[in-house]
């Protein structure tokens, strides 16, 4: 396993890209939180135009009065 590695070099390197695996996951998850938001937001919106009561919406999704005007 190149961490346990006594060369400086080859720790640095397997480091590096242990930070570039980490920080992708993380912004592949944003993109995903992003997506399920604005997915969220679409809907209330839609049971909105079908006469659903606001603050039922709000309650059943989380989003706030202002999220939908």
């Known amino acids: 396993m190149v961490e346990n ?3 400086p070099n080859e720790r640095v390197i397997a480091i590096a890209r242990d930070k ?3 920080d992708q996951e993380i912004r592949e998850g944003e993109v ?3 997506g399920k938001e ?3 937001l679409q809907t ?3 049971v ?3 006469g659903v009561e ?3 919406v709000c ?3 989380g989003l706030i009065p202002e999220d939908l005007t």
């Open 38 to 40: 604005e997915d969220i």
């Open 44 to 46: 209330a919106k839609a």
């Open 20 to 22: 570039f695996l980490w």
């Open 59 to 61: 309650k059943a999704t």
């Open 5 to 7: 590695s006594h060369d």
């Open 48 to 50: 909105l135009a079908e």
């Open 54 to 56: 606001i603050e039922i």
């Open 32 to 34: 995903r939180k992003e």
